[in-house]
């Protein structure tokens, strides 16, 4: 049974930091591409990060570029976003997504979010 399981989220300062955590399970993790997704209240779910199978390449949507980063360790199955300098629209609910493509199929796997709300 496929699983991703967040956690990390929570209430924190603006200035603040958390650290995402995203555990994967009934799959084979290292082949997968993995992002971080967010959706606000009454927002659309919109990418974060992103982080190729082998973690040797990055992506970053603008608003989050040098306050965040992506990464995986593929021996534990678990990829991670370290999250800087947050603001208060940075609040969101955080989901980790598992995505391959494959000939004529995407293989596409969600966690369940975790919330993250920066508020002083």
């Known amino acids: 049974q496929v699983q991703l399981v967040e956690s990390g989220g929570g209430l924190v300062q603006p200035g603040g930091s958390l650290r995402l955590s995203c555990a994967a399970s009934?799959?084979?993790?290292?082949?997968?591409?993995l992002s971080w997704y967010r959706q606000a209240p009454g927002k659309e779910r919109e990418l974060v990060a992103d982080i190729s199978n082998t973690g040797g390449s990055t992506n970053y949507a603008d608003s989050v570029k040098g306050r965040f980063t992506i990464s995986r360790d593929n021996a534990k199955n678990t990829v991670y976003l370290q999250m800087n300098s947050l603001k208060p629209e940075d609040t969101a609910v955080y989901y980790c997504?598992?995505?391959?493509?494959?000939?004529?199929?995407?293989?596409?796997?969600w966690g369940q979010g975790t919330q993250v709300t920066v508020s002083s």
């Open positions: 009934g799959f084979t993790f290292s082949w997968y591409a």
């Open positions: 997504n598992a995505r391959r493509l494959i000939t004529g199929a995407t293989l596409d796997y």
